[in-house]
């Protein structure tokens, strides 16, 4: 088989009444005493492609049966019978995904999920040295706005107001005509992911998180407004709502780590009470 697996079939022939028993049993191709059936391959075609894209898939599916063919068939010629022996391999693997699955469902069926905010800021407040920022932050609102939007300029100045008639009327306009938007107060991002929104150069990042004002960058497409309300720069220990995302996950984690100890614990103590697992 030098020129890869041919087929034969024309467009008409493989893509007509699947439901016929007879084209479904039809073997595409054979590598040895292996054969390859119509009605397996169908199953892989993938729905809504044109006939030439599909043929052009069936080729190449074909010769990429028969390449693992071949290779199935040298390794079972060549190989040792030791070398060919996994039972051990297989039952490990089965038993490791055994295990998995059991401790899976066992967690979510007894893990408790909720972390109480007295708990986040207990830890968040004992760790004096964890939580320090590896890149500057800043908590702030912006809004990316084509430059041909209709009252721009409005838009602008509602964004840059303190009133709570400009700020219901700034997010009406929003949620018609942003692109993207944030406009509480209290969301905190890196400046690095703020930069693949807002087009600022990467030397203005402390100069930004600095400037408490509206700013406004422009490019040939949009009007980016950003406001800054507060930041905390590379070295600092990270604001407690920063932070709470990585305090409740962790917080989760040693329970779940408790939990399983728990549980192996428990299971060999029932084993040696029933009897069911002694030590000679």
Do not use: H
């Not at 699955?101 to 069926?109: A, G, H």
């Not at 300029?153 to 400009?166: R, T, V, Y």
């Amino acid at each position: 088989m030098t020129g890869g697996v041919l087929f034969g079939l024309s467009s008409c022939q493989f893509f007509g009444d699947s439901a016929n028993d007879d084209l479904e049993g039809e073997p595409l191709a054979r590598v040895y005493n292996r054969y390859l059936y119509k009605n397996e391959l169908l199953r892989y075609i993938p729905k809504e492609i044109s006939e030439a894209d599909s043929l052009a898939f069936v080729q190449n599916y074909i010769n990429s049966w028969a390449k693992d063919q071949l290779m199935i068939y040298k390794a079972e010629y060549n190989l040792t019978e030791k070398q060919k022996n996994f039972e051990e391999q297989i039952e490990a693997y089965r038993n490791d995904l055994l295990k998995f699955k059991y401790k899976q469902e066992y967690i979510r069926q007894t893990l408790d999920t909720i972390v109480q905010d007295s708990s986040i800021l207990n830890n968040y407040q004992g760790s004096s040295n964890n939580f320090i920022l590896k890149e500057n932050i800043a908590r702030v609102r912006y809004m990316v706005v084509n430059n041909e939007a209709p009252q721009l300029k409005q838009a602008i100045k509602w964004f840059a107001s303190s009133k709570e008639d400009s700020k219901e009327k700034l997010e009406d306009y929003a949620l018609k005509y942003a692109y993207q938007f944030t406009l509480t107060d209290s969301n905190w991002f890196a400046i690095s992911n703020l930069q693949t929104i807002i087009p600022f150069e990467e030397t203005d990042q402390e100069k930004i998180a600095k400037n408490t004002t509206v700013l406004q960058f422009k490019d040939a497409t949009n009007v980016y407004l950003v406001q800054i309300w507060d930041a905390k720069l590379k070295g600092e220990k990270a604001p407690l709502p920063y932070a709470t995302g990585v305090i409740r996950n962790t917080l989760i984690n040693q329970r779940k780590l408790k939990l399983l100890a728990k549980l192996e614990n428990n299971l060999l103590d029932d084993a040696t009470g029933k009897n069911e697992f002694e030590i000679y």
